[in-house]
């Protein structure tokens, strides 16, 4: 599980760590803000469309191969930049990484699945979630302090090193897996299967869990700056958010084994967390901020862990890859939207009503699912 535990964070880590400094320490690649968001949308955008093929592709020839080959190409890519440091090889690095990433992350999960009896699922995918929340936390910090000492193209040296590290061990310590035997699937069964809610609910709930973590780290210190706090305190406040979310995933993972916590019970209270660190992160303040970034982490820890580990009891195995691609996808979605969401409602009227609307929407998963429980005529 190490290697796969690694992999995680590589994803994370790379993410993360480049997309915080490329504003300021790119100077000859960056010259606009549309340039920027360009740069940003890259990775994410190579994830949104890639991660359905290659999560259906680890089903087809086994998760291990396509593991293996996605750590390889993002060492690759990340030496392209490397090797030629210039505007146009930055673009490419970027996408190549996104596109590697895209295989590796989705065939991780399946095999954190697969290696795990059903009883484990719940502890794996906990682990697993922290040591990419470790990789979300350190990305900006540690590659700032890389970026400092030598430059964009020594953070992309030890991406590339890192990468083919994990690439490795993951070689030498993941056992292989073979892809498993399946009946024909016609486009019309997928949509079937991703329609049923056994995968929408889980999968809608990694979404708006996803959105909220976006929001959080991006506009919290916006809200703290607005409130006279200090860039340290509201580093602190990201800080606490990322440490909470780490933290919570393994305890929830136990507790769902253990059979102290159903998928749906804990899916629902990381929900009502989450949209109550939103209302905390409307009041004004250091508090707000801080207990929001709490709530806002210990919600999302919740609902990360469980909601995968629910997605893998609902999967035939032989489908997994499949799966798991197409619930990352629901998350980069809400990676992208949750931000795009409160950054429209914010520009209209403020960004605490952007916390709102986040809020009451995060809030709506239970309130529907306790109306569709409800008998009828009670």
């Known amino acids: 599980m190490w290697p796969l535990y690694a992999a995680g964070f590589t994803t994370a880590f790379g993410a993360h760590g480049i997309a915080a400094n490329l504003g300021g320490h ?4 960056v010259t606009s803000l549309l340039v920027l968001g360009g740069l940003l949308a890259l990775y994410d955008g190579a994830e949104v469309l890639l991660k359905p093929v290659f999560g259906t592709l680890a089903d087809r ?5 396509v593991l293996l080959g996605g750590l390889v190409a993002f060492a690759v890519a990340s030496a392209l930049y490397v090797v030629a440091d210039s505007p146009g090889w930055l673009w490419a690095a970027r996408l190549g990484q996104g596109a590697a990433a895209s295989a590796f992350s989705p065939s991780a999960s399946a095999l954190v699945a697969r290696l795990n009896p059903a009883a484990k699922h719940g502890r794996a995918f906990g682990s697993y979630g922290f040591y990419k929340s470790i990789g979300y936390t350190l990305g900006p910090l540690l590659g700032g302090v890389l ?3 030598g430059g964009l193209r020594l ?7 890192l990468g083919g590290a994990v690439a490795a061990w993951a070689a030498l310590g993941v056992p292989v897996v073979p892809p498993l035997p399946k009946a024909r699937q016609t486009v019309l069964d997928l949509a079937r ?3 049923d809610p056994a995968f929408l609910a889980p999968t809608s709930a990694l979404a708006a869990a996803t959105a909220a973590l976006s929001v959080g780290v991006g506009f919290l210190p916006v809200s703290g ?15 606490v958010l990322a440490a909470c979310a780490a933290v919570v995933q393994p305890k929830a993972g136990r507790a769902l084994d253990n059979g102290r916590l159903t998928t749906r019970t804990g899916i629902t209270a990381g929900l009502l967390l989450t949209a109550a660190g939103m209302g905390c992160a409307m009041l004004p303040g250091l508090t707000g901020v801080l207990v929001g970034a709490a709530l806002i982490g210990a919600g999302t820890g919740l609902i990360t862990p469980l909601g995968f580990a629910a997605l893998a009891a609902s999967t035939p195995t032989e489908r997994l890859g499949q799966t798991m691609g197409a619930a990352e996808l629901g998350r980069e979605l809400g990676d992208a939207g949750g931000p795009l969401l409160v950054a429209v409602v914010a520009s209209l009227t403020t960004l605490t009503h952007g916390y709102a609307v986040l809020g009451v929407i995060l809030a709506l998963g239970p309130a529907l699912t306790v109306v569709r429980r409800r008998p009828a005529g009670g």
């Not at 953070?155 to 090193?161: D, I, K, T």
Request: charged share 10%.
């Open 26 to 29: 790119a100077r000859g690649a």
């Open 155 to 161: 953070l992309f040296a030890v991406l590339a090193v």
């Open 225 to 239: 700056r607005a409130a006279g706090l200090s860039t340290v305190a509201t580093g602190a406040a990201v800080s």
């Open 147 to 149: 970026v400092w000492g």
């Open 193 to 195: 299967r991703l329609a």
């Open 61 to 65: 020839v086994g998760a291990r191969p």
